[in-house]
Structures are given as C-alpha cells and as structure tokens.
C-alpha cells in the first residue's frame, strides 16, 4: 500500500508529512527501495543490471550507473569484479538475498519496503544477513518498513513493531522490549510466544546493567585482609587476578586462609568471561551452563570491570511499574486457569499466527 | 543404390538448375512463400498472444481457437482456403490463386503455435518479477518489455519454430493446387513418373526443414538471455574466462 502497488480504501499514508495519494505512483515507487520476498531478481539480467534497474529507470548515465552499482555490491558484501556479470542462477539463496537488497538501495531511497526479505533462506544464512543488515542500518540510518511472520526476527530487527491481527487490526505498536514485557492484548501475549521473557534478554546487553563490584586480590596479598573484605561484601566469593587485573580464579570466602598470603592454588575454576557486548541471553546462558550464579565482565584486553549476576538480570527484566501484589501473574488459581485456557488454545494460536502476519 | 546415383546424377545435371523450372528459383519460390507467410502470421498471431499473455482476458478463446486450428491437417486447410483464393483472386485480379491459398493456408497453420506459445511464455512469468518490476516503478511497458519478454522468449521461440517449420513443409502442398517452391518437382515427379526428381525435390525439402530449425535454434541461443538457461550460463562462463564477453540483446 506504502508503495500504491494496492490503493488504500480509507485512510491516509503520509511519507515526511505528504500524503502519498497525491504523488504519481511511478515517481513515488521510484523513491521507496523494494525488497521482496524470494528477492525477485530478473533472470535475464546479470547483477550489475539487476541492481542498476531502478538508476536506469530515473535515466542516470551509464558511468554514474555502473559506478553506484559497484559502490552498492562491495557495501553489501559482494566483490562487484567478481559478481558484477553474474546471473541470479549462478548465486546462493543468501548473495541472491544481498543483491535483493542492493537493488533497493540503488537510488538512496530515504524510505525501503522489505517484505519478508529473509523469508527464503536457511536458519543459518538468514541470521548472518540479519547482522549485516542491521549494520548496514547503522551506516544507512533509513526508514524501513519490515514485514515479517517471524516475531523473533521483527524483535531484533525492528525500533518499533507493529503486531497485526486477523482482519488487519492493529493489536500493538510500541517498541520490542515493551511488547515483550508489557503485551497488550492476549492475542500479543500467545504471539510473542510464552518464552517471550527470554527474547526480551536478547534486547539487552550486559553493558546496558550496572555492574557488580567484585572483591579481588593479587596472588601474593595478604590473606587475612582479603578474608575480611571478601566477609564484608555479600557476594561470597574472592576474585583473584593478575597484575594486569585480569581473572584468574575465585576463592570461598571460607576456603581463605586466616594467615599467610593468597596463592594461585586457593583458585577455583572460573565463571564464564563476558564483555559489556554480550547480550543478557547469552551471558545468563554461559553461567547456566557453567551452573554459577555470576559471569565475569571484562574489557577487550581481559581486565576486569565487575560482575554480572544471575539476580542482577533478573532484576533488570523485572517490568519497572510492577508493583507488590502482581504475583497473579505467574501463580495462584488465576493463572492456573489461564495456563489451561492457553492450552487448549494452542491449535487456534497457529492459526491465529498465520492470519495474523498474513494481515 | 541405383536409385541414389540416379538421384545424384539429377542434382548434377546442369539443365535442373537453370530457368524458371531450376533449383535457385523453385528453392527461392519456396523461401519467399515461407517467409512472407511466417512474416504475415507473426504480424497477426504475437500481438494477440502479448494482449492475452500480459492481460488474461479472452485466453480461453484463443487457446480453443489455435488447438482447433492445430488439430487440421495442412491438406485440409489447403483445400478448405482454395475457393477463398479464387474469390480473391477474381475481386482483385492480382494475386495468383495458387499463390494466395497456400499462403492462406501457411498462415492458418503457422498462428495456432505462435499464439499459444506468446500466450504460455507470458503467463510462465514468475508473478513475483513483474510485481518486483512495478514495486519499482516499472510503467506498463517496460514491465512488458524489460521482464515479460525477455523472460518469456525461450517458449516465444519455440512457438515460431515450430510454426516456420510447419510452414516450410506446407509450402510443398501449394504445388498441387498449382503453385511454385520446391513442391513442383514432387508433383512433377508423380506426374511424370521421374523418381528422381520426386526423391531430389522431396530431399530439398527436408533439406531446408532442417536447415530452418537450425536457424531458430541459432536464433534462441542468440537472443534468450544465458540466465535463463543453465547451460548457456556455463558456456558463457567459458567465454567469459576468455575475455569475450557478449551482450544478449534484451
């Protein structure tokens, strides 16, 4: 519709405040990138002409032409010496997908239309060009209008989602964290799914949480001293870390010696290494794996910047406008029921699903 | 054996290929009458097949039409159109009789395969192309011609293949009902009971059948994208490793 391709019944669509209805649909679909589901490139074309389609189109010289073309293949990834002349057959599913996207951007649309652009390429494929894209977006800063059926891909790739419903009723809109924590309707809630707790750690990084100080000590210190600091502290355990600071191992508070000094041999095997990079998913992840309550923050040359904790997480998802009495939610008779209800539920859920993104 | 050299020693006899009765001008005779009656259905029968292809209305008709018109025997349609002629010819005065009805009837023939291989290379258009082509401000006729066409053009070309074809060999026919080409000799031959001639006019023209389905297939790898087919691509590849490269006209 964005693009007039269907004429809206009722309704306006502005683009920068102009209503597009007014525009010509030709000069207007010439301004908005396009990328389609199963990238529709024409076969008949090498990639060169294919990404140069919509210059061509606004009457560019052949230079400027084939000069954008180049620019757009090697940002996306794309050696164009390698891949200019190529036809579309002779690509994989994920560089076809790429120069679907390098197609769209050919112009320097402000505003792209992706509709499902990931959709026809394997799990492992489809990931990489999501962390591409979103790379891309952070050079390119566009407006994009992402259409997906998958809502784990519409909460990593999107600023703001929009949740549509059968008969194309709008159930949300607002920004993914507060989809996931605050869904506004039931039909959100089955939606984003009953794990939507741990997507919503996936949004956050480590470096987004306010560190915990950990008690730390050199090899060598004196042991009654770290002993007493390591009681003062409510964390148990010592850190113990080089010269550079960076971890070596910790210590029971109960396993310090009450004289002498720390050695290296007091050390217990380490939590997991973290970097302020790592998103919460993937820390909380490593410490249960490594079945630990804390995971070690370094910096990028492995010195220590605090600790991050299984509590700490668990504190950062906890909705801030929860109050006291909202355990309803997750026991009690009420939830129960609601539990038994979702349930039974379960098969319309898939088909709600389906209608829903088809909307 | 016998009948070979004897075939031979007709192609070798300088009098068969002088005067109006000579190889050039039958072989000419019959090349014209092919490709005036190719270029006069190609006129009629691709414009209609683009309409039906690019818009699906009126498909069903046509399609019924060309398979009716497919499943009549050349021969029929031959002695169905020759009363035609000599209506024309009688209005007119211009045309020769023979002349008009076997091209009536070259012409007949030659549409139902040109029109429904337009029509399916049209519709076998990934629908996903031509609405990415609109998505990005493609008007009507580029869309037709930088995607539809060019994509279609494989099974266009193969329609008027089969159509030349088809042609050719029905412009023998026209010799019964009086007219020129390489049929002559054929009715020439059971007429005078010459064997030879018949065998030598009958070789031209399985001869030149041949040589027309060359030519198309010449004229597909030529025109048809390598894109589109797998193993044009490797070949280009090929040509590409070598510095060549070749620009399909699209």
């Given at each position: 519709?964005?693009?007039?391709?269907?004429?809206?019944?009722?309704?306006?669509?502005?683009?920068?405040?102009?209503?597009?209805?007014?525009?010509?649909?030709?000069?207007?679909?010439?301004?908005?990138?396009?990328?389609?589901?199963?990238?529709?490139?024409?076969?008949?074309?090498?990639?060169?002409?294919?990404?140069?389609?919509v210059t061509r189109l606004?009457?560019?010289?052949?230079?400027?032409?084939?000069?954008?073309?180049?620019?757009?293949?090697?940002?996306?990834?794309?050696?164009?010496?390698?891949?200019?002349?190529?036809?579309?057959?002779?690509?994989?599913?994920?560089?076809?997908?790429?120069?679907?996207?390098?197609?769209?951007?050919?112009?320097?649309?402000?505003?792209?239309?992706?509709?499902?652009?990931?959709?026809?390429?394997?799990?492992?494929?489809?990931?990489?060009?999501?962390?591409?894209?979103?790379?891309?977006?952070?050079?390119?800063?566009?407006?994009?209008?992402?259409?997906?059926?998958?809502?784990?891909?519409?909460?990593?790739?999107?600023?703001?989602?929009?949740?549509?419903?059968?008969?194309g009723e709008l159930a949300?809109?607002?920004?993914?964290?507060?989809?996931?924590?605050?869904?506004?309707?039931?039909?959100?809630?089955?939606?984003?799914?009953?794990?939507?707790?741990?997507?919503?750690?996936?949004?956050?990084?480590?470096?987004?949480?306010?560190?915990?100080?950990?008690?730390?000590?050199?090899?060598?210190?004196?042991?009654?001293?770290?002993?007493?600091?390591?009681?003062?502290?409510?964390?148990?355990?010592?850190?113990?870390?080089?010269?550079?600071?960076?971890?070596?191992?910790?210590?029971?508070?109960?396993?310090?010696?009450?004289?002498?000094?720390?050695?290296?041999?007091?050390?217990?095997?380490?939590?997991?290494?973290?970097?302020?990079?790592?998103?919460?998913?993937?820390?909380?992840?490593?410490?249960?794996?490594?079945?630990?309550?804390?995971?070690?923050?370094?910096?990028?040359?492995?010195?220590?910047?605090?600790?991050?904790?299984?509590?700490?997480?668990?504190?950062?998802?906890?909705?801030?406008?929860?109050?006291?009495?909202?355990?309803?939610?997750?026991?009690?008779?009420?939830?129960?029921?609601?539990?038994?209800?979702?349930?039974?539920?379960?098969?319309?859920?898939?088909?709600?699903?389906?209608?829903?993104?088809?909307? | 054996?016998?009948?070979?050299?004897?075939?031979?020693?007709?192609?070798?006899?300088?009098?068969?290929?002088?005067?109006?009765?000579?190889?050039?001008?039958?072989?000419?005779?019959?090349?014209?009458?092919?490709?005036?009656?190719?270029?006069?259905?190609?006129?009629?029968?691709?414009?209609?097949?683009?309409?039906?292809?690019?818009?699906?209305?009126?498909?069903?008709?046509?399609?019924?039409?060309?398979?009716?018109?497919?499943?009549?025997?050349?021969?029929?349609?031959?002695?169905?159109?020759?009363?035609?002629?000599?209506?024309?010819?009688?209005?007119?005065?211009?045309?020769?009789?023979?002349?008009?009805?076997?091209?009536?009837?070259?012409?007949?023939?030659?549409?139902?395969?040109?029109?429904?291989?337009?029509?399916?290379?049209?519709?076998?258009?990934?629908?996903?192309?031509?609405?990415?082509?609109?998505?990005?401000?493609?008007?009507?006729?580029?869309?037709?011609?930088?995607?539809?066409?060019?994509?279609?053009?494989?099974?266009?070309?193969?329609?008027?293949?089969?159509a030349a074809v088809q042609?050719?060999?029905?412009?023998?026919?026209?010799?019964?009902?009086?007219?020129?080409?390489?049929?002559?000799?054929?009715?020439?031959?059971?007429?005078?009971?010459?064997?030879?001639?018949?065998?030598?006019?009958?070789?031209?023209?399985?001869?030149?059948?041949?040589?027309?389905?060359?030519?198309?297939?010449?004229?597909?790898?030529?025109?048809?994208?390598?894109?589109?087919?797998?193993?044009?691509?490797?070949?280009?590849?090929?040509?590409?490793?070598?510095?060549?490269?070749?620009?399909?006209?699209?």
């Amino acid at each position: 519709m964005v693009n007039r391709l269907i004429e809206p019944t009722s309704g306006r669509i502005l683009i920068d405040g102009r209503d597009i209805s007014k525009d010509d649909p030709i000069a207007l679909r010439r301004r908005i990138g396009y990328v389609i589901q199963q990238t529709g490139l024409f076969p008949h074309q090498r990639i060169g002409e294919n990404v140069a389609v919509v210059t061509r189109l606004l009457g560019w010289s052949r230079k400027r032409q084939r000069e954008r073309t180049d620019e757009l293949l090697t940002l996306v990834g794309l050696d164009p010496a390698r891949y200019r002349d190529r036809y579309p057959s002779q690509l994989s599913g994920g560089e076809r997908q790429r120069v679907g996207v390098a197609r769209a951007l050919a112009a320097d649309p402000p505003v792209m239309l992706m509709d499902e652009p990931f959709g026809a390429v394997d799990p492992i494929v489809r990931e990489r060009l999501q962390n591409e894209f979103l790379r891309l977006q952070e050079q390119l800063a566009k407006t994009i209008l992402f259409v997906t059926h998958d809502i784990d891909e519409a909460i990593k790739m999107g600023d703001l989602v929009a949740v549509m419903q059968q008969g194309g009723e709008l159930a949300q809109f607002g920004p993914p964290d507060e989809i996931l924590a605050r869904p506004a309707t039931d039909f959100v809630a089955r939606f984003v799914g009953a794990d939507r707790g741990l997507k919503r750690l996936s949004l956050s990084r480590v470096g987004d949480l306010e560190l915990q100080t950990a008690v730390t000590a050199h090899p060598g210190d004196d042991a009654e001293e770290a002993r007493r600091r390591t009681l003062a502290d409510p964390f148990r355990y010592l850190l113990l870390t080089d010269d550079d600071h960076r971890p070596i191992g910790w210590v029971d508070q109960d396993d310090i010696p009450r004289s002498g000094v720390l050695t290296e041999a007091l050390a217990i095997p380490m939590s997991p290494l973290v970097s302020r990079r790592t998103t919460l998913k993937d820390a909380l992840s490593m410490m249960l794996a490594a079945d630990v309550v804390a995971g070690i923050v370094v910096d990028r040359t492995g010195r220590v910047l605090g600790l991050v904790t299984v509590e700490s997480i668990a504190a950062a998802m906890r909705p801030p406008d929860r109050g006291v009495g909202a355990a309803t939610d997750g026991s009690g008779p009420d939830a129960a029921r609601r539990l038994a209800a979702e349930l039974a539920a379960r098969d319309d859920q898939e088909l709600g699903r389906t209608e829903a993104t088809r909307a | 054996m016998e009948a070979f050299i004897g075939v031979f020693a007709w192609f070798a006899d300088p009098a068969n290929w002088q005067g109006p009765n000579g190889i050039p001008t039958r072989l000419l005779e019959h090349v014209v009458m092919s490709g005036v009656a190719i270029g006069i259905a190609l006129l009629v029968a691709f414009p209609v097949g683009l309409y039906i292809g690019h818009t699906g209305r009126g498909a069903f008709l046509a399609v019924s039409l060309a398979n009716i018109g497919r499943a009549v025997p050349s021969y029929a349609v031959l002695v169905i159109v020759f009363p035609l002629s000599i209506a024309v010819n009688r209005e007119t005065g211009l045309f020769d009789i023979a002349f008009v009805g076997t091209l009536l009837a070259m012409i007949l023939l030659a549409i139902p395969p040109i029109v429904t291989n337009t029509f399916a290379g049209m519709r076998g258009v990934d629908p996903d192309l031509v609405e990415a082509g609109r998505g990005m401000g493609m008007r009507g006729g580029q869309i037709l011609s930088r995607i539809e066409l060019p994509v279609a053009l494989p099974v266009i070309l193969a329609g008027m293949r089969t159509a030349a074809v088809q042609v050719v060999a029905t412009a023998t026919l026209g010799a019964v009902i009086g007219g020129g080409g390489l049929g002559r000799y054929i009715v020439q031959g059971i007429a005078r009971f010459d064997y030879q001639r018949l065998v030598a006019g009958a070789l031209m023209v399985a001869l030149l059948a041949i040589a027309t389905e060359l030519f198309f297939s010449w004229l597909q790898r030529r025109a048809v994208s390598p894109g589109l087919s797998g193993r044009s691509v490797r070949a280009y590849e090929n040509v590409a490793q070598l510095g060549r490269v070749d620009v399909p006209a699209v």
